[in-house]
């Protein structure tokens, strides 16, 4: 058996990583790569492998850093099946579809705006693309409601865990059989935060494992709890309210954007914050509010108690409004505060929030409100890292908003929750740290090799391949 991992290595967006076992080739995660355009564009480009040799594709969950390449891989040969939750396979048609629009309005925007000695740039798929690998997609239900495996051939089977990430997001563990032998193999695509609301906490692994590929996003950073969060971020908008501020939220439409309207459900129901206008400026968030309508059995059990009683569901309220059209949303540019505008994506990397913070970061008064991990390079990064002025659509703008991060509200599991997963394992020889930027993992490895002494820790490069 051979592992390579050809993205998410020592970096957090591009999962790929490619297991070849008997001459059958099984790719987990097809993701984009996010960050600086001059450094994704060459990696989004291609594949560092043969698509059409490829025999079987098993999706973690629905963000586009982890299946935002699949209408490529199918563009360029993939003829497999691609082996998905229920909920991520409705999920990632969405994020899929998104991804190609956003794609051919960045492009026309750049094309249009070239300034001398700059290139024009394409999309790398289109909306087509996407239905043509939507049509790869085979629904796999959880473990725990199907109580069956999914055999890939005579000597590979795999089953789906709740990886409590975001709506469908799993665990991954495969069994296979290689000279008489078998190993089994666990991939944990990201690893939710304890006590998120709407979903169950990441189920535990009941076999043993032997090999491990682990995320590692916060691996040296342990997050506030959740009411610590309410609490901060009640005084926030109250503050807000008084002083008539914009409150600007880059959020990935999935995950992030179901669990932060929860809360303000909560929030504004208990009277602890005035009842602040706040809309929703992603025509996608609006599309999976129906997924997690449609998927409601997927809800942990709190989310029951909070909602049970007659009246407003968990992510609708009557001071949230869903914006769609591009005219909705530049009128929330002339609108007076106070508001809350929650705008993918979640980088600011590109989508409509990037419009939004153009529009308010020189303002004294605005609130950009980052809520998630920033990958390097990113927008994003930029600003929760002092830089100012930032480049924006190809112009220069001092950073005048006031800035805040609530960590805390990060769907990945912190460091604490992180080495309590994979110490509960049994089995293992092998732990590789993924989905990470390399100053988390070498914090987190050797914490994690003093609770583990006899565990080989690893923290492989881009296109690092590992015989086991």
């Known amino acids: 058996m051979n592992i390579a991992f050809l993205g998410a290595a020592q970096k957090v967006t591009g999962s790929k990583h490619l297991i070849e076992t008997n001459g059958f080739k099984i790719l987990l995660d097809c993701g984009l790569h996010q960050g600086r355009r001059s450094e994704t564009n060459e990696l989004n480009s291609a594949f560092p492998f043969n698509p059409s040799e490829i025999d079987a594709v098993i999706l973690s969950h629905g963000h586009a850093d982890h299946c935002g390449m699949l209408p490529l891989l199918v563009k360029s040969g993939f003829r497999g099946n691609i082996y998905a939750s229920p909920a991520t396979v409705d999920v990632a048609g969405y994020i899929m579809r998104d991804s190609a629009k956003i794609q051919e309005q960045d492009a026309s925007y750049h094309n249009t705006h070239l300034r001398p000695g700059e290139d024009p ?18 629904p796999v239900p959880y473990f725990l409601h199907s109580k069956e495996w999914t055999r890939l051939n005579e000597q590979v089977r795999f089953k789906l865990y ?40 990441p189920e535990n692994i009941a076999e043993p494992v032997n090999i491990l590929i682990s995320e590692c996003t916060y691996g040296n950073r342990v997050h506030k709890t959740l009411e610590e969060a309410k609490a901060n971020l009640a005084k926030l908008i109250t503050l807000a309210f008084e002083h008539k501020s914009k409150i600007i939220v880059p959020s990935f439409s999935l995950g992030r954007t179901q669990e932060l309207i929860y809360i303000l459900h909560q929030l504004t129901d208990s009277g602890t914050i005035p009842r602040l206008p706040i809309y929703i400026d992603s ?4 599309n999976l509010g129906d997924v997690f309508i449609k998927h409601a059995e997927e ?9 049970a009683k007659p009246g407003e569901p968990p992510l609708a ?24 505008v929650i705008s993918a994506s979640g980088m600011c990397e590109g989508g409509r929030v990037v419009h939004h913070i153009k529009n308010n970061i020189t303002d004294e008064h605005a609130i950009i409100m980052f809520t998630g991990y920033q990958a390097e390079g990113t927008l994003g990064r930029k600003i929760i890292e002092g830089v100012s002025p930032v480049r924006i659509m190809g112009e220069e703008y001092p950073v005048l908003a006031h800035i805040v991060k ?49 565990v080989d820790i690893i923290v492989p490069k881009f296109q690092d391949s590992f015989d086991l």
């Open 121 to 138: 740039i394409s999309p790398l798929y289109s909306t087509e693309d996407v239905e043509q690998a939507v049509a790869h997609f085979v």
């Open 162 to 201: 709740d990886a409590g990430h975001i709506l469908g997001s799993s665990i991954v563990l495969l069994e296979i059989t290689e000279d008489g032998k078998t190993k089994t193999v666990a991939f944990t695509g990201d690893i939710g935060h304890k006590d998120t609301p709407l979903l169950r906490d």
């Open 283 to 286: 025509p996608l968030a609006a």
């Open 299 to 307: 809800y942990n059990t709190s989310t029951w108690k909070d909602f």
């Open 317 to 340: 309220f009557h001071n949230l409004e869903y914006t769609h059209s591009v005219e909705d949303s530049k009128r929330l540019n002339t609108l007076p505060g106070p508001f809350m």
């Open 406 to 454: 609530f960590n805390e509200f990060s769907a990945h599991a912190d460091q604490d929750q992180l080495l309590e997963y994979i110490t509960n394992l049994h089995g293992l020889e092998k732990v590789f740290l993924v989905h990470t930027e390399a100053s988390q993992a070498t914090s987190f490895a050797p914490i994690l090799k003093e609770k583990m002494p006899t």
